[in-house]
């Protein structure tokens, strides 16, 4: 036992005078001392970590003024594209709008005699047998019931059913319970015009009463034939198909709404018109009088 500790001393010994010899070299060739190239030893592992703990916070740091950099320009971009969103929309709504006075104007011209309010879509509801929009005008723009509800070209919306100091209530032509008196231009066929809502045709218009001997095609014009509360020649809709009631004495026809309800923004409410209408009295010097002054009817 004594012999195997006498001879791992010897070996100790020997590598601490091959350790101390090669140091003894190296500090010659390098002018440092001994001492100092142990400390040194000793230091480089803590040197490497110290190091290595450097590099990866500054790549840390880095990273984070990056990011916040990144997401500061991140955010200014969004504001941007926030920015020009609002603009093209407001682009888009000011074309519209211009184009909607340009139609009015042409409405206007058309029609003298019209008194025209505008008025702005604020809600819509419907079930399987009513359709009424709101508007935000009302009697202080001087709505009343039973006016005309039209678009800028002349198609026919509905009709004004409920106002308060600043809105109105408008049943459209979709509703089943709103009847319209009303002529297929071309043939002059007078029927009854109100909301389908059979099975299959809910956005269709069903005109009623039609002569069974009419002969009726796809695609002709349907107008109000003009009373109290619709002026003549307003466009109803146009013909898609036509059919015999149960009765089989009369036909009917289903109608396309000239006025695309579900995609209205602006209306115009009549509030004044004169008209044409036919009666029955003849003038002094014999010829037929048949112009009338008619307004739309208030409460």
């Not at 990144?70 to 955010?75: K, M, S, V």
């Not at 920015?83 to 909607?100: G, I, K, L, P, W």
């Not at 003298?112 to 359709?131: C, K, P, R």
Request: charged share 20%; proline share 2%; glycine share 6%.
């Amino acid at each position: 036992m004594k012999q195997l500790f006498s001879t791992k001393l010897r070996i100790i010994l020997v590598l601490v005078v091959l350790i101390t010899a090669a140091l003894s070299v190296v500090a010659g060739l390098t002018n440092q001392s001994v001492p100092d190239l142990v400390i040194q030893g000793l230091l480089t592992p803590f040197r490497s970590a110290a190091t290595a703990l450097t590099n990866t916070v500054e790549r840390y740091y880095s990273y984070m003024f990056k990011y916040e950099a990144l997401e500061a320009e991140n955010q200014v971009l969004k504001a941007q594209i926030a920015q020009m969103e609002d603009v093209a929309r407001q682009a888009d709504a000011t074309a519209r709008e211009n184009e909607r006075l340009r139609k009015t104007i042409k409405l206007q011209n058309a029609h003298e005699s019209y008194v025209l309010q505008d008025a702005y879509i604020i809600g819509w509801s419907s079930t399987d047998f009513t359709s009424v929009l709101t508007v935000n005008r009302g009697s202080d723009a001087g709505i009343a019931t039973n006016m005309c509800a039209v678009t800028e070209t002349g198609e026919v919306v509905g009709l004004v059913t409920q106002v308060g100091k600043n809105y109105a209530e408008i049943k459209t032509v979709l509703d089943s319970t709103l009847e319209i008196s009303s002529t297929i231009s071309s043939s002059g066929y007078n029927g009854m015009v109100k909301g389908g809502y059979m099975n299959g045709t809910e956005k269709l218009l069903k005109m009623d009463y039609l002569p069974s001997a009419a002969i009726i095609r796809n695609n002709q014009q349907v107008v109000t034939s003009g009373s109290t509360v619709y002026p003549r020649g307003l466009i109803v809709g146009s013909v898609v198909d036509a059919g015999f009631e149960q009765t089989g004495v009369a036909k009917y026809a289903l109608l396309k709404s000239a006025a695309d309800i579900d995609s209205l923004e602006q209306i115009f409410i009549i509030t004044q018109y004169t008209t044409d209408v036919d009666t029955a009295g003849a003038s002094a010097d014999g010829s037929a009088d048949t112009t009338a002054e008619t307004t739309a009817p208030t409460e």
